[in-house]
């Protein structure tokens, strides 16, 4: 059952097709390259364990990232969330996405799957921009101001 999202601003039409379409794009080629067909995986270019380490490392704060991202939808009183993460990221659930396939392209360093990745950071700055303009409808300057203040990608 999809979720209710009534209260929000909304979300960019076909928002989770097109990310589950990213994710098998990504995983098909990150795994046939990395692992199967290795055409162009160079993690033997420097100590594997450094690739993982890099790799974990950025997974974690990936993962932080999106746990700390399910606030928008506070109280009954729809409003710009600015506070936590958004203080500092108008994304940071996207961003923590983005970097979710960064961190595992890291421990293979597979060439091909940079295509993947590049179509992934356009596909998610294509949804926040969408739900970027969702929201300027529905809070207008109360959410211009805050585009002005916080970045949209990287943290201050």
Excluded: C
């Amino acid at each position: 059952m999809p979720h209710d999202h009534s209260h929000a601003a909304g979300e960019a039409p076909q928002n989770h097709t097109i990310q589950i379409s990213l994710f098998l794009f990504f995983l098909i080629v990150w795994i046939l390259d990395s692992f199967i067909f290795r055409f162009t995986a160079y993690a033997n270019v420097i100590p594997y364990f450094l690739n993982v380490f890099v790799g974990i490392v950025i997974l974690i704060v990936a993962g932080y990232l999106m746990s700390r991202s399910h606030i928008v939808f506070e109280g009954r009183d729809p409003h710009v969330v600015d506070h936590g993460l958004y203080a500092h990221i108008r994304h940071p659930m996207y961003l923590g996405s983005i970097l979710l396939y960064v961190g595992f392209w890291t421990t293979t360093l597979s060439l091909l799957s940079v295509i993947p990745l590049v179509t992934i950071i356009l596909g998610y700055n294509y949804l926040a921009n969408t739900e970027e303009h969702l929201l300027e409808a529905k809070f207008g300057d109360q959410y211009l101001d805050y585009k002005n203040r916080v970045p949209k990608w990287i943290p201050r």
